[in-house]
């Protein structure tokens, strides 16, 4: 069935980097736009960046730009998200989602989200 | 950016009640409207995309409505697996946006 399964999270101090992974499957990976979608504890969603399908547009939030980088392997139908200088407000759930797009556009599925906690 | 104000924050109903959520954009965004359902340890699931379509498999008792910038998320006859948290998202312009979210509590 179509899946998204994140990996990478985990507990990093200020400054330090890393990277989250989203293998994708049950569908043609390069045929779909993904998106990062982060949520700090007990918050809201926050949207973090995107990757067009062809993978030749990619687009950030101003809070991550400069230091989050989207990038695939096509051949592992694997989206990742490299964080770098990590701070302590990046603290979240991080969850990738593929883009559904017909006359508008919405997330589905998500995956189920990978922990990232930045702590001294 | 466009921000998404929903009202109210939380919401107090019973099993069998119907209630609304407003989502406000603060400029047009169209029908690029989404609605999602997230419950307490899980991903959120879309609902209803482009105001009013109720994505496969989505009971008919949850309807959307509006257009331009007033958008509302209506749950007929609240079944106890309603009882949840539900953000509206804006797709129209990068960044995307969501709502801050509505809890759906049991009375």
């Known amino acids: 069935q179509v899946q998204l399964v994140e990996s990478g999270g985990g507990v990093v101090q200020p400054g330090r980097s890393l990277r989250l992974s989203c293998e994708a499957s049950g569908f043609t990976f390069t045929n779909y736009t993904f998106h990062w979608v982060r949520q700090a504890p007990g918050k809201g969603l926050e949207w973090v960046t995107l990757?067009?399908?062809?993978?030749?547009?990619?687009l950030y939030a101003d809070s991550v730009k400069g230091r989050f980088t989207i990038s695939r392997d096509s051949s592992k139908s694997t989206l990742y998200l490299q964080m770098n200088s990590l701070r302590p407000e990046d603290t979240a759930l991080y969850y990738c989602?593929?883009?559904?797009?017909?006359?508008?556009?919405?997330?589905?599925?998500w995956g189920q989200g990978t922990p990232v906690t930045v702590s001294s | 950016d466009i921000q998404m104000t929903q009202s109210p924050s939380s919401l107090s109903a019973a099993v069998g009640d119907t209630v609304s959520i407003s989502c406000r954009a603060s400029q047009s965004v169209t029908n690029f409207l989404n609605w999602y359902q997230q419950k307490p340890g899980k991903a959120p699931k879309v609902l209803i995309h482009a105001v009013f379509r109720l994505q496969s498999g989505v009971p008919s008792r949850f309807s959307g409505s509006g257009s331009g910038t007033d958008f509302t998320l209506t749950i007929s006859n609240l079944q106890p697996e309603d009882f949840a948290t539900y953000y509206c998202q804006q797709s129209y312009n990068i960044p995307i946006t969501f709502g801050q979210g509505t809890r759906l509590e049991i009375k």
């Open positions: 990757m067009s399908s062809d993978g030749s547009h990619k």
């Open positions: 989602a593929r883009e559904v797009e017909t006359t508008t556009n919405w997330f589905d599925p």
